[in-house]
C-alpha cells in the first residue's frame, strides 16, 4: 500500500508535467479540413503580401449589372489623419486602404507606439484581387467625422469607401460598395497584425491566426496549416486576425455572401489573410482594432469576448481576473497583487492542505509497523498471490487502526490542479499583464523570466519543502523523488513569470503552513492525557 501512495504522488506530478506539456493553452491548430461550416471552392494561396487571387471570383454569385460610373480619379496623394478612441490612424488615398492603425496606451518590445497594420501584408480596406482599384488615387472627401473615398475607371468597376470613428472603444466604422470585377473579389479584413512579443518569447503564445464566428462558433485557422483557401458561409458574427494579446476584426451590419481564409506567404512568416465578401458589393460594419480586454470585447456581444479564451478552466480564470483587477486597485502592482492573491487563495486551501499534512504526518507514524508488516511477508508475498492479499489486508487494517488515509496527501495537489491551470492560463493571455513590471528584473509578468531567477528561487523552495515534509518510502524512492522540484523547474523556466512568482509564493506559504502544522500536531499531543 506504501508503494500505491508513492505510485499516486508520482501520477501527480507527472500530470501536471504532461498536462502543461501538451495541454497548455494556445493558439488551436487548423482543423484537418474546412471548418464544418465551410462551402465552395478551394483555391491556391496567394503571394506574400498579396490579395487572395482573382480566380475566387468564381466561388460568389456574379453581382448584378449596374449602371457604368464616370471615371474618377484622385489627384492629392497626401495621407490622411484619422482617429477615435484608443486609437489613431493613417489612410492612404493610393488604394484608399488604412495603411496605418497605431493603439494609444499600448507600446511594442522597442518601446514605440503600437502598431496593427502588418507591414508587407495587403492592407484592411484593400480589395482582395490585384488591379488599379488598389494602385489608383482615390477622391476624398471629408465628411462625419470621418472620410469618403471613391474610385471609378469608367468601365464598370468603381468602389466607394467610408471610413470613420466609431462610438466604442476601439472601434472603427467602414463602409464598402463596389461594382464589376471589386464586388466580386471582397474586401480585406486583414493580412496579419504586427507582433506584440520578441522572437524570444513569442514561444507557444506568439502565433497569429485567422478568427472567425459563423453560425454562433468560434473557428480559428493558422496560416502555416492553410494549404487551400477556406470559404466559410453562414451567419457571420465577426472574422479577422488575432494573436495573444490584439484583436484585428469586423463586425458586418448586415449577413454577408462569404469569409474567405487564405494564406499570404509561406513557411514560419505566412500571414493569415482574411477577406469579406458583401452581397452585392457592399461590406459594411465595425473594425474592432485593439487589445483583448474582457471588460470592453464583452460590450461588443456577438460573442466577441470568446476571442478571450482562457480554455477548460476558463471560469476560474475569469474570477481571478477579476480579484487581481480589485488588487491591483489597491496595491497599484500587479505583481504584488499576484502575491495577495495567492495569500487568498492558501488562506481558503488551508483546512484541506492541513488535512492533508496531517494525513501524511500520521503515515510517516506508521511507516516502522507497516514495513514490519512488509518484512514479516516479503518473500513469500512475491511468490504467493494469496500470501500478498494477506499482506494488503493486514496493511490495510493498520491503516483502519491508526485512522490514516494513504490519499489523503495525494488530493490537494489534484484540487489545485485546476487552479493552476487556470492561473496558466490567466498569465498567458490577460492584457492586463502584458508588459506590467513587478521589481528589479521583471518588466513583463507575460513573459518569462529573463534572467531565470524566479524559477531557480522556486525550485530551491520546492527542495526545502519537500525536506521538511514528512518522509516516506524507501531511500531509493525518495531519492528519486528528489529530482521532482528539478524536472517543475526546468519546465517553468519557459513559463511566464507571473505564474512562476505565484508557484514561487505558493511554496513559501506550503512552508509556512508546514511549520504551523508541525506546532499545531505538538501542541495537541502535549495537551492529551499521558
Not at 16 to 21: G, K, L, Q
Request: charged residues 15%; aromatic residues 8%; proline residues 7%.
Amino acid at each position: 500500500m506504501e508503494k500505491r501512495v508513492l505510485l499516486a504522488a508520482v501520477l501527480s506530478g507527472i500530470v501536471v508535467i504532461i498536462w502543461f506539456s501538451l495541454f497548455a493553452p494556445k493558439p488551436p491548430s487548423a482543423p484537418a479540413g474546412p471548418p464544418p461550416v465551410a462551402t465552395g471552392a478551394a483555391s491556391p494561396a496567394g503571394p506574400a503580401g498579396a490579395p487572395a487571387p482573382a480566380a475566387q471570383e468564381a466561388a460568389t454569385p456574379a453581382v448584378p449589372a449596374g449602371p457604368v460610373v464616370a471615371a474618377e480619379v484622385g489627384e492629392d496623394a497626401a495621407p490622411i489623419a484619422l482617429a477615435g478612441d484608443g486609437w489613431h490612424a493613417t489612410v492612404d488615398p493610393r488604394g484608399g486602404v488604412i495603411s496605418s492603425l497605431i493603439l494609444d496606451g499600448y507600446r511594442d518590445d522597442a518601446g514605440a507606439p503600437l502598431e496593427l497594420v502588418r507591414a508587407g501584408g495587403a492592407p484592411p480596406l484593400s480589395v482582395a484581387a490585384p488591379g488599379a482599384w488598389n494602385e489608383a488615387l482615390y477622391t476624398v472627401k471629408r465628411e462625419d467625422g470621418g472620410v469618403r473615398l471613391r474610385w471609378s475607371d469608367g468601365a464598370g468597376n468603381w468602389v466607394e469607401k467610408k471610413i470613420a470613428a466609431g462610438k466604442g472603444k476601439f472601434a472603427v466604422d467602414i463602409e464598402v460598395r463596389s461594382g464589376g470585377a471589386p464586388a466580386r473579389a471582397g474586401v480585406v479584413v486583414a493580412t496579419g497584425i504586427e507582433k506584440t512579443l520578441k522572437i524570444d518569447q513569442q514561444g507557444r503564445f506568439g502565433g497569429e491566426s485567422a478568427v472567425v464566428r459563423v453560425n454562433g462558433k468560434v473557428d480559428r485557422l493558422l496560416a502555416a496549416k492553410l494549404d487551400t483557401t477556406q470559404s466559410v458561409q453562414g451567419a457571420v458574427d465577426f472574422a479577422g486576425v488575432e494573436d495573444q494579446y490584439f484583436l484585428l476584426a469586423l463586425l458586418p451590419n448586415d449577413p454577408v455572401a462569404e469569409v474567405r481564409i487564405s494564406r499570404s506567404g509561406t513557411g514560419p512568416t505566412a500571414l493569415p489573410q482574411v477577406v469579406m465578401v458583401g452581397i452585392n458589393g457592399a461590406v459594411a460594419g465595425t473594425i474592432y482594432a485593439g487589445a483583448k480586454d474582457r471588460s470592453i470585447l464583452l460590450g461588443y456581444g456577438r460573442g466577441l469576448a470568446e476571442t478571450l479564451s482562457f480554455g477548460i478552466f476558463g471560469f476560474l480564470s475569469v474570477g481571478f481576473l477579476a480579484a487581481l483587477r480589485w488588487i491591483y486597485g489597491w496595491v497599484g502592482n500587479w505583481g504584488v497583487a499576484i502575491i495577495v492573491l495567492t495569500a487568498g487563495i492558501r488562506i481558503l486551501l488551508f483546512p484541506l492542505n492541513h488535512k492533508s499534512a496531517v494525513a501524511m504526518k500520521r503515515m510517516q507514524a506508521v511507516q516502522p509497523k507497516m514495513k514490519a508488516i512488509q518484512d514479516r511477508y516479503k518473500d513469500r508475498a512475491k511468490k504467493d498471490p494469496n500470501v500478498r492479499t494477506r499482506m494488503n489486508q493486514e496493511v490495510m487494517n493498520l491503516y483502519k487502526e491508526e485512522g490514516v488515509n494513504p490519499m489523503g496527501g495525494c488530493l490537494p495537489m489534484l484540487v489545485q490542479l485546476p487552479i493552476l491551470w487556470a492561473l496558466y492560463s490567466l498569465f498567458a493571455y490577460a492584457i492586463e499583464l502584458r508588459q506590467a513590471p513587478f521589481v528589479f528584473w521583471i518588466h513583463d509578468l507575460a513573459a518569462k523570466d529573463p534572467t531565470y531567477i524566479t524559477p531557480i528561487l522556486m525550485t530551491a523552495s520546492m527542495v526545502l519543502q519537500q525536506r521538511m515534509a514528512p518522509q516516506v518510502g524507501d531511500p531509493a524512492q525518495r531519492r528519486m523523488f528528489m529530482f521532482m522540484p528539478f524536472i517543475f523547474g526546468f519546465m517553468f523556466m519557459s513559463f511566464p513569470a507571473g505564474l512562476v512568482l505565484y508557484w514561487l509564493v505558493n511554496n513559501l506559504f506550503t512552508i509556512g503552513q508546514q511549520l504551523l502544522t508541525e506546532r499545531m500536531m505538538t501542541a495537541k499531543a502535549s495537551a492529551q492525557p499521558k
